[in-house]
């Protein structure tokens, strides 16, 4: 099956700083690619839809100035988490699908784990 | 709206014994139906998913799960739970981006 990588798996980071997340189909092309937050035991909430060429879409509450999207090649988006505080602090997850059949059926990363002090 | 509900957020199970998780949608369109698994720190790993055809739908680990169309279901089974199944199961709907249920977390008893 198609692979999604993300890197890194895991960041520490100061309040303040930015931290860059990527993420990378490695064995397709990807037009689109999207990105999830997930709350300690809780579900997976659409952040934004990740398209190659063009501005990201935003899911209503997301702050699009705090949470940049990147899609710089059809294989690459990454997600930066601009003056992160703590609240910031969570599991990132991205998906990304071939397209193919029809359906675009997604395949997820293994996530990122973001901790801001 | 579009909504998934997993009414069950905590089930505990004997080892051996069956299981069923339950999962009901809201969705305009044809749905496309999946449930993943989740252990610990760990990625979304795919058990199963329903695009069409037979509504009894066979996964890894030895999953299956039924859609019923006229109770808005998609639930999970497996016949014989082992220990290693213990873990967080979601259950999504979506063509391409994903709604996902609050997700159930399933603990297995010895």
């Known amino acids: 099956g198609a692979v999604v990588s993300q890197h890194p798996s895991r960041v520490i980071c100061k309040s303040g700083t930015s931290v860059k997340i990527e993420c990378r189909s490695l064995?397709?092309?990807?037009?689109?690619m999207f990105w999830y937050r997930q709350f300690p035991k809780k579900s997976l909430m659409l952040m934004a839809t990740?398209?190659?060429?063009?501005?990201?879409?935003?899911e209503q509450g997301v702050e699009k100035d705090k949470f940049l999207i990147n899609h710089a090649s059809l294989t690459l988006s990454t997600l930066t988490v601009t003056s992160a505080h703590p609240e910031d602090s969570s599991f990132y997850i991205c998906?990304?699908?071939?397209?193919?059949?029809?359906?675009?059926?997604?395949?997820f990363g293994p996530g990122t784990r973001l901790t801001v002090l | 709206a579009q909504s998934v509900t997993q009414p069950d957020i905590h089930i505990t199970v004997s080892e051996g014994a069956s299981l069923e998780l339950r999962c009901n949608y809201s969705?305009?369109?044809?749905?496309?139906l999946f449930w993943y698994v989740q252990s610990p720190g760990q990625g979304l790993q795919l058990l199963l998913k329903?695009?069409?055809?037979?509504?009894l739908v066979q996964g890894i680990k030895g999953f299956e799960a039924e859609f019923k169309r006229s109770q808005s279901s998609f639930n999970l089974r497996k016949p014989s739970v082992h220990w290693s199944d213990a873990a967080e199961y979601f259950c999504?709907?979506?063509?391409?981006?994903?709604?996902f249920g609050k997700g159930t977390t399933l603990s297995v008893s010895s």
């Open positions: 998906s990304a699908g071939p397209g193919t059949s029809g359906i675009d059926e997604q395949f």
């Open positions: 064995d397709f092309q990807a037009t689109t």
């Open positions: 990740s398209n190659e060429g063009s501005k990201a879409t935003y």
């Open positions: 969705y305009g369109a044809t749905p496309y």
């Open positions: 329903y695009f069409s055809g037979d509504t």
């Open positions: 999504a709907v979506g063509e391409s981006a994903l709604i």
